[in-house]
T-cell receptor, first 114, second 116 residues
Framework: DAGVIQSPRHEVTEMGQEVTLRCKPI?????LFWYRQTMMRGLELLIY????????DSGMPEDRFSAKMPNASFSTLKIQPSEPRDSAVYFC????????????FGPGTRLLVL | AQSVTQPDIHITVSEGASLELRCNYS??????LFWYVQSPGQGLQLLLK??????LVQGIKGFEAEFKRSQSSFNLRKPSVHWSDAAEYFC??????????????FGQGTTLQVKP
């Protein structure tokens, strides 16, 4: 199994630009989570999906952030427009059906907004 | 409210010494319990998990953890630390039954430094 795949692994952009982060969950998993990690705030849950439907987006910081999951094998997290304070590592994780809660994390996308 | 506390933000141990990282959670429901490790520049890797049964669970890389319901704790231990264990460790909790929201609650993490 290839695990959770995220792209790009690194992204450098300028303030005001649109940023799109991508995630491919493990095949057969029905939950997908987006997290943000910073030194100041630690690991924060932004949004999560169950069967492609957003369940809880209360962690999304602002309207500049949006996430979609058009099908079971793909999700995006978009920031538009980006700001320097969005610089962080963004992780995607997926979870298998069965209710045992184990999440498997991708390698993360390191975002730097200049 | 559900919460997870890792009281130690940073721990330094000598290579070969034993290690214990603390984790406490607050909520009355039966928990699922996890420890993840994050090496520098990497994602989170599952070390071990507890769902039910034997309260002492074994994980990868020689780690173990013990669930103590009376203390609402799930401390991580290793008898002899290796330099490669230097990383950040996260405790996480999910809740079974009526407390289940589908998500995990993560602690703030403990950074482990290993002295040669």
């Amino acid at each position: 199994d290839a695990g959770v795949i995220q792209s790009p692994r690194h992204e450098v952009t300028e303030m005001g630009q649109e940023v799109t982060l991508r995630c491919k969950p493990i095949s057969g998993h029905d939950y997908l989570f987006w997290y943000r990690q910073t030194m100041m705030r630690g690991l924060e849950l932004l949004i999560y999906f169950n069967n492609n439907v957003p369940i809880d987006d209360s962690g999304m910081p602002e309207d500049r952030f949006s996430a979609k999951m058009p099908n079971a094998s793909f999700s995006t997290l978009k920031i538009q427009p980006s700001e320097p304070r969005d610089s962080a590592v963004y992780f995607c994780a997926s979870r298998e059906p069965g209710g045992q809660e184990t999440q498997y994390f991708g390698p993360g996308t390191r975002l730097l907004v200049l | 409210a559900q919460s997870v506390t890792q009281p130690d933000i940073h721990i330094t141990v000598s290579e070969g010494a034993s290690l214990e990282l603390r984790c406490n959670y607050s909520y009355g429901a039966t928990p699922y319990l996890f420890w993840y490790v994050q090496s520098p520049g990497q994602g989170l890797q599952l070390l071990l998990k507890y769902f039910s049964g034997d309260t002492l669970v074994q994980g990868i890389k020689g780690f173990e953890a013990e669930f103590k319901r009376s203390q609402s704790s799930f401390n991580l231990r290793k008898p002899s630390v290796h330099w490669s264990d230097a990383a950040e460790y996260f405790c996480a909790v999910g809740f079974i039954g009526s407390g289940n929201t589908g998500k995990l609650i993560f602690g703030q993490g403990t950074t482990l430094q290993v002295k040669p």
